[in-house]
């Protein structure tokens, strides 16, 4: 069957759907206008009857209709019921008659006639203007979205409100060699139906100027099949202008963006477009006319008439282009510099960055990131500080250790004098024997060798005395080194065995069997170990009589080793036993109390720890833990 055959098929198919529509939308009005006086009673309804070019979802058009309506409904302060129909004869190449149509619509709105009617888009008003004398001839009639070229001005008349725009094809071929100066030829796509037609006329007439600059290629005459094979093998520097396509040069009808969205799926050059419907779906942009503002004035003069507003008293000039605007995605598919575009345009679409996409998100890292950092910062400050004040916590520390190193040792006075007299006073005596030997007409040199011996003995003793207890009395820093515990405990027992002898009391010293290595300072562990002997030895005196004796002892207890010191006196009265290690806490009439406290200071700062107590048969124990090295 052939092409033109199958359209005539079409119409008689058309004419005879609209005789048998108009039976049932007859009832349907009936049914309709008995439900508009129920309406009627709740407020004044309005009627608006809304005639559509191509059908409701061919764009251009249906984004102008759909926006009138809902701004139409949310502007009016009276109920509406909005009717619409469509313009099926202006889809095809060659119109068939449209009597059908009409007899249609004037059964439908016979003894109803609606209070306003809007057209949309040229067709449709060229069929209000051409038949409202029998369809709707005292209705008023706003005639929107309509280029103001197709305008029957003839026909218009003191009932008409005209909102037209203006199209400037060379404004928008300007703007596509502005951001695209390299274009060589822009490929145009228009179809083939009468609207259609009229306007590749226009494009032709307008475009005449840019035929020095670019090659014009039309594709009015192909089906859009052959289009979409030719505009996806496009030579360089080569652009696409959109115009429209309801119907191919085949006779195909293409609804909606379908047609512009296969398109851009296979085109290889950009596409550019004058209308804001299509804009967001695959065109690069430039100047365009706005829907907004076609709709604002169209629901403005309805609203008016609907008011009672004479309609000879609303004028519009046509809507021009607006500011261009710019889909930021297809700018960068393409490659188009934001820098070429003109002053004053606008980008929409534009992808968020990371920052504006995550912007809580990442602020609210940030601010983790902040705190964290700030007590980081603090943690570091304060660690410091604790280090300084460590620092000098331990100089203090020594400071004062040194100084009850001196108390001790001024309580050893005695002792040490007994310890140094004794070598001292055996070496005289060996020194002067000796001499008198010498003296003799036949001296005994054996002898004489064995007295030397014996001096040099004695004179090491006496230098190991004078050396501990310089070790004891020098002042020095907190030092750690790897030390034989036994050797120290045994060094420091050594510095007070005369005075415990001088006070009748036992020394007993029991030592580990095993070596007991450990880090630490040793003049600071001798120290607390003298004043734990001077302490018993104290508490023993002030007893009285009665067994007197003090006892060390060291051993290893797993990973740690431990130093007692356990005397014979009364003990410590169970009242004082948490107070012992305070600062400034003694029971001697005389004490500072400060020999404990810096014991305790010394031991937990090698690690340790040193607790009192006393023994079930009578008597203080002291226990030093120490932990071994490894």
Not at 66 to 89: F, G, V
Not at 220 to 226: A, G, K, Y
Not at 587 to 599: D, H, Y
């Amino acid at each position: 069957m052939s092409g033109g055959a199958s359209i005539d098929l079409l119409r008689r198919r058309i004419a005879a759907a609209f005789l048998c529509l108009g039976l049932l939308a007859a009832e349907c009005l009936l049914a309709g206008q008995a439900g508009a006086v129920e309406r009627s009673r709740r407020g004044e309804l309005k009627r608006v009857l809304v005639l559509h070019s191509f059908g409701r979802e061919f764009r251009p058009w249906s984004e102008y209709a759909r926006d009138i309506k809902a701004e139409l409904e949310r502007q009016s302060p009276w109920p509406l019921d909005i009717q619409e129909h469509a313009l099926l004869t202006a889809r095809f190449n060659n119109p068939g008659p449209e009597a059908p149509f009409v007899d249609y619509l004037h059964s439908l709105y016979q003894g109803a006639t609606p209070d306003v009617v809007v057209s949309i888009g040229a067709p449709a008003a060229r069929f209000a203007q051409k038949h409202r004398a029998r369809l709707f001839p005292n209705a008023p009639l706003i005639l929107a979205a309509v280029e103001h070229r197709l305008i029957d001005r003839a026909d218009l008349g003191d009932n008409d409100v005209v909102v037209a725009v203006r199209n400037d094809f060379v404004a928008a071929f300007d703007n596509i060699l502005r951001i695209l100066p390299d274009t060589k030829s822009v490929a145009i796509v228009i179809g083939a139906s009468p609207l259609e037609t009229f306007w590749m006329e226009e494009l032709k007439r307008e475009l005449k100027p840019f035929a020095e600059r670019i090659e014009l290629v039309w594709y009015s005459d192909l089906s859009f099949e052959e289009i979409l094979k030719r505009s996806s093998q496009l030579p360089a520097q080569t652009a696409l202008f959109w115009g429209l396509m309801s119907v191919d040069a085949a006779g195909v009808v293409y609804e909606s963006d379908w047609a512009l969205r296969s398109l851009r799926a296979v085109a290889n050059a950009p596409i550019f477009s004058y209308q804001e419907p299509f804009f967001g779906d695959g065109t690069v942009g430039g100047p365009m006319q706005l829907i907004a503002e076609t709709t604002s004035r169209t629901v403005s003069a309805a609203i008016g008439i609907l008011g009672g507003a004479k309609p000879a008293s609303i004028n519009y000039e046509p809507i021009a282009f607006a500011a261009p605007r710019y889909d930021w995605r297809e700018l960068q598919r393409w490659g188009i510099s934001e820098s070429s575009l003109p002053p004053g345009s606008v980008i929409l679409f534009r992808e968020p960055s990371i920052w504006q996409r995550y912007q809580w998100q990442m602020l609210m890292i940030a601010a983790v990131f902040l705190v964290q950092a700030g007590l980081i910062s603090g943690l570091l400050h304060e660690r410091r500080g604790r280090r300084l004040a460590e620092v000098e916590s331990r100089q203090r520390l020594a400071e004062l250790a040194h100084v009850n190193r001196h108390s001790a040792v001024g309580e050893l006075t005695t002792s040490i004098a007994h310890e140094l007299n004794q070598p001292l006073g055996s070496i005289l005596t060996n020194a002067e024997t000796a001499e008198l030997m010498l003296n003799s007409a036949q001296p005994d040199l054996v002898e004489v060798r064995h007295i030397l011996a014996d001096i040099r003995r004695d004179d090491q003793r006496a230098s190991e005395v004078i050396r501990r207890l310089r070790s004891v009395l020098k002042k020095t820093p907190f030092e750690v080194s790897n030390i034989e515990l036994n050797d120290t405990v045994r060094e420091a027992i050594d510095l007070v065995k005369a005075l415990a002898l001088g006070r009748r009391i036992t020394l007993s010293y029991e030592p580990a069997l095993t070596d007991l290595r450990i880090k630490g300072d040793p003049i600071q562990l001798q120290q607390v170990i003298l004043n734990l002997i001077i302490n018993a030895m104290d508490a023993i005196s002030d007893a009285g009589s009665g067994k007197r004796e003090v006892s060390v002892s060291t051993l290893r207890a797993g990973n740690q080793a431990e130093i007692k010191v356990a005397d014979t006196g009364p003990g410590i009265p169970a009242s004082d036993l948490a107070s012992l290690f305070d600062p400034f806490f003694t029971t001697k009439p005389q004490g500072m109390g400060m020999g404990l406290a810096i014991a305790r200071t010394i031991v937990e700062a090698h690690h340790g720890t040193i607790v009192g107590a006393n023994q079930p048969a009578g008597g203080a124990l002291f226990t030093i833990r120490l932990p071994t090295a490894q």
